[in-house]
T-cell receptor, first 114, second 113 residues
Framework: DAMVIQNPRYQVTQFGKPVTLSCSQTLNHNVMYWYQQKSSQAPKLLFH???????NEADTPDNFQSRRPNTSFCFLDIRSPGLGDAAMYLC?????????????FGPGTRLTVL | GESVGLHLPTLSVQEGDNSIINCAYSNSASDYFIWYKQESGKGPQFIID?????DKRQGQRVTVLLNKTVKHLSLQIAATQPGDSAVYFC????????????FGKGTKLSVKP
């Protein structure tokens, strides 16, 4: 089945220790998104890639970076995690960013910062 | 650890009853709307969508109503089942904008057996 896969599902890191979260997709979608979701809140868009074109949200901290080496994979790098970065991180994909098509979400990675 | 989150609005219904979840959207230029269901510990799952040229759309056991005059969206779930228990988010988008879905705050649906 075509899907969005995130690894790991649970990640524990230490304060200030860099961490990388992974997302892959078999949908062959052009767009990949990273969202941060804190408890009882809506997902908040961090950035997205349209093919190789990176689009950062204005309020995304510099601490968050992303890489998309090919169509299938996208990574979220948190350079120096703080306690406030503990959250669920969701990856999503869509065919194109502008049209009437939904985003497909992965299961998320729960990040804990000690 | 995680910061304390907001309390979600909660709707509690009896199994078999109909549920109505409401959402007020923010941008009058939005022309595409999606309802997502998110179960605990999982990613959001697409339920149904509607474009602004429609005011009603039906799926299997779900109906979405759109009132552009008052910028209001609702999701109706018929014969609610325990498996429908989840948080429901509405999301809005403006055609041509670069992919940014704007999510509403979410409503927690609790189904009592």
């Amino acid at each position: 089945d075509a899907m969005v896969i995130q690894n790991p599902r649970y990640q524990v890191t230490q304060f200030g220790k860099p961490v990388t979260l992974s997302c892959s997709q078999t949908l062959n979608h052009n767009v990949m998104y990273w969202y941060q979701q804190k408890s009882s809140q809506a997902p908040k868009l961090l950035f997205h890639y349209y093919d190789k074109d990176f689009n950062n949200e204005a309020d995304t901290p510099d601490n968050f970076q992303s890489r998309r080496p090919n169509t299938s994979f996208c990574f979220l790098d948190i350079r120096s995690p703080g306690l406030g970065d503990a959250a669920m991180y969701l990856c999503a994909t869509s065919r194109d960013p502008a049209g009437y098509n939904e985003q497909f979400f992965g299961p998320g990675t729960r990040l804990t910062v000690l | 650890g995680e910061s304390v989150g907001l309390h979600l609005p909660t709707l509690s219904v009896q199994e078999g009853d109909n549920s109505i979840i409401n959402c007020a959207y923010s941008n009058s230029a939005s022309d595409y709307f999606i309802w997502y269901k998110q179960e605990s510990g999982k990613g959001p799952q697409f339920i149904i969508d509607i474009r602004s040229n429609m005011d009603k759309r039906q799926g299997q056991r779900v109906t979405v109503l759109l009132n552009k005059t008052v910028k209001h969206l609702s999701l109706q779930i018929a014969a609610t089942q325990p498996g429908d228990s989840a948080v429901y988010f509405c999301a809005e988008k403006r055609w041509g904008s670069q992919g940014n879905l704007i999510f509403g705050k979410g409503t927690k649906l609790s189904v009592k057996p």
